[in-house]
């Protein structure tokens, strides 16, 4: 079955920098678009990045992380990965993986980022 395990969270001071990783699993990788959601407590769950099927050519950032995180895949590892930089409080949340491939959508289970001194 499709499984996709987020890890690379943590705690971080602001100005810091992360990389997420997702491996995904049970689906022909390749064929699926990648994308990164964060839910902060009592918000609603929000866009981060995307990247498209094949070799990820084409890459969509939400306005509040532009020029800060760089989302990119490697087909031959099944993994997606989301390198943060100059990470502000704001960006505290819990980040999901999400694959879309054939109009079905899969999630992974989440993994923390927090920003604080």
């Known amino acids: 079955q499709v499984q996709l395990v987020e890890s690379g969270g943590d705690l971080v001071q602001p100005g810091g920098s992360l990389r997420l990783s997702c491996a995904a699993s049970g689906f022909t990788f390749r064929s699926a678009a990648m994308s990164w959601y964060r839910q902060a407590p009592g918000k609603e769950r929000e866009l981060v990045a995307s990247i498209s099927v094949g070799d990820g050519r084409s890459t969509l950032y939400a306005d509040s992380v532009k020029g800060r995180f760089i989302i990119s895949r490697d087909n031959a590892k099944n993994t997606v990965f989301l390198q943060m930089k100059s990470l502000k409080v704001d960006d505290t949340a819990v980040y999901y993986c999400?694959?879309?491939?054939?109009?079905?959508?899969?999630w992974g289970q989440g993994t923390q980022v927090t920003v604080s001194t």
């Open positions: 999400k694959a879309v491939r054939e109009g079905s959508g899969y």
